[in-house]
């Protein structure tokens, strides 16, 4: 017998060839497989396998196929092997699917998640389930501990303190009169026993205030005093909405380190308080407090009710507490002399009423009735700001522009405190757009007929908007500037004319505050019939402040001939 083998070659072609040299006994019977080694040791590789078929010798290889019932495929075949994958691996389709965080034929490649050293700031990386996990270094935050921990978004300083925000810690900057990590400790001024002669200390922030017995005054009660005669002292203070409440709280002020210098008791000084703006309230009469400490707090504790300015009224109080201030004695069996100090801009609303009552008063005869030495005063310095805008409603109303420059002129024919000294009204005059064009400075002193003729002189720009926020930026930077002629001690107006313009933008509110926390009063005139009064009153400092001119023959004006002049009171004589 022969053994017939066929190879397989290459996509299973075959060629059937008839060995020799190994004997058969059993016609058509296959022999064992013979097997080649897999290809892989894993992932899934191949592998192949003959096998020789036992034949009769004298058939040819076709007819032996045929004679056995045999086929050409049974010679050989190919299979898979080493199926294995690693690292909970499965294999399938002839691949292995690997778990996320591992790669390769066998899974056997694992990914290295921290090989690019993701952990930033010193941030220590750990190696995940296909990801990595950072550890940050104390500071910092963040999945690659990129962000810096802000200590100071919780705001830890408390009291004014200012947070700069560090590196795992932040650093309070105090304001003056705090201590502690987060400003949270008052320092006692008053540690150090500041206060002499049996005074006693008020811890206040930053500073302290003695309150000195009987016979001493000065800041530390360090000056006694002589003893004078029995004296009632009535303060009129003005608490209307011309004052403003910080000018009330000057008077205040005033009153305090006034009644420091006296003794106050039932033989000595004693103070009544009547402020008045709409009505006139005794906050205290004559015998309410008998010595400094009480009367010092009372004081602090009155409060500012503004109101119209009725002078009158609070008049009429004071003569009634005169009154009673002389139908008794002192314990001492002295009759007290009676003072009335008013404390006023002058700015009464009932003017002929206001001086009816101090006529009466004056007929009481009190000791005394002044202002506080006070002298009639025009130091003030005003702008005059003319609106290049012409609003086209208003355009044919009053002569559009011209009526804009009208109304400026009749203003300076008006002052009749005009002039170069340093008691007199001093005039920058302007004009503005998007932009401020000067024309006037206040050093410049011209005359009444000068600023006339260069207001007439003023050109309109046609296709111009009002910017007002332009406007109150120019008195803010450059307005009252002392290099422009501007006086430290002047009082500060800024006149506005206008025919009414566009709507206010977001930089206008930032920049009038500014303007009015300068001290400066911004007085708008609105020139035409279709004035938006609304519009006007945003504008000005206060509603007393708006001016509707409608025609050149409207006196409305007229209200502001004594706005620039004023009575100047010393408030500060006594230290």
Request: some cysteine.
């Amino acid at each position: 017998m022969n053994m017939l083998v066929l190879v397989g070659l290459f996509f299973c072609v075959f060629i059937a060839i008839v060995l020799s040299g190994h004997p058969c006994s059993n016609r058509c019977e296959w022999l064992p497989w013979e097997e080649t080694s897999c290809s892989v040791t894993c992932g899934g590789g191949t592998s192949f396998r003959t096998r020789e078929l036992c034949c009769p010798s004298e058939l040819k290889v076709d007819d032996c196929i045929k004679y056995c019932s045999k086929s050409f495929s049974g010679f050989s075949d190919f299979g898979t092997c080493n199926e294995l994958c690693y690292n909970g691996g499965s294999y399938f389709s002839g691949t292995c699917q690997c778990l996320p965080e591992y790669d390769g034929r066998c899974c056997l490649k694992q990914f290295d998640e921290c090989g690019s050293n993701p952990c930033l700031n010193g941030g220590a990386c750990r190696q995940g389930s296909n990801r990595f996990d950072c550890t940050c270094l104390p500071g910092y935050i963040g999945t690659r501990c990129e962000q810096e921990t802000n200590e100071c978004l919780s705001s830890p300083c408390v009291n004014g303190g200012i947070c700069t925000d560090l590196v795992n810690e932040y650093i309070c900057s105090c304001v003056p009169g705090y201590v502690g990590v987060n400003c949270e400790i008052d320092y006692n001024e008053c540690a150090s026993n500041p206060c002499q002669n049996g005074g006693t200390c008020e811890d206040r922030v930053n500073f302290f205030r003695c309150i000195c017995p009987s016979g001493f005054y000065e800041d530390l009660c360090e000056i006694g005093i002589c003893h004078p005669q029995p004296a009632d002292m009535i303060f009129l203070l003005d608490s209307s909405v011309s004052q403003t409440e910080l000018n009330f709280m000057k008077q205040l002020e005033y009153v305090s380190n006034f009644t420091d210098h006296v003794l106050i008791g039932p033989n000595d000084t004693q103070i009544s308080v009547i402020t008045f703006s709409s009505e006139a309230i005794i906050e205290f009469d004559l015998t309410t407090h008998n010595n400094n400490i009480s009367l010092n707090k009372a004081i602090q504790n009155i409060k500012f009710n503004p109101g119209i300015t009725r002078t009158d009224k609070a008049l009429q109080k004071a003569k009634e507490v005169a009154v009673s201030s002389r139908q008794r004695r002192r314990p001492n069996g002295k009759l007290a002399r009676v003072f009335v100090f008013v404390i006023t801009d002058g700015m009464s609303t009932y003017r002929e009423k206001t001086k009816q009552e101090a006529i009466n008063l004056k007929k009481f005869s009190p000791e005394g009735i002044a202002a506080i030495e006070c002298t009639r005063s025009a130091l003030s310095d005003v702008i005059l700001m003319i609106d290049e805008y012409v609003n086209t409603s208003n355009a044919e109303t009053f002569n559009g522009f011209s009526g804009l420059l009208d109304s400026a002129s009749k203003l300076i024919q008006l002052m009749d405190t005009l002039g170069s000294e340093d008691n007199d009204t001093h005039i920058s005059l302007t004009s503005f757009s998007n932009t401020v064009r000067t024309y006037v400075n206040f050093s410049d002193h011209l005359s009444r007929g000068e600023l006339l003729l260069t207001i007439s002189k003023i050109p309109h720009t046609e296709d111009v908007i009002s910017n007002i926020s332009a406007a109150l930026h120019y008195i803010n930077i450059d307005g009252f500037q002392m290099a422009y002629g501007g006086r430290l001690g002047a009082r500060k107006f800024v006149v506005i004319l206008t025919n009414g313009g566009y709507s206010l933008d977001a930089v206008f509110d930032l920049e009038r505050k500014k303007v009015l926390e300068k001290g400066v009063k911004i007085i708008v005139v609105g020139v035409g019939s279709n004035i938006d009064v609304d519009y006007l009153q945003n504008i000005a400092s206060s509603p007393y402040h708006v001016i509707v001119q409608t025609h050149e023959f409207n006196n409305n004006l007229d209200v502001l001939k004594g706005e620039f002049v004023y009575d100047a009171c010393d408030l500060d004589f006594i230290n």
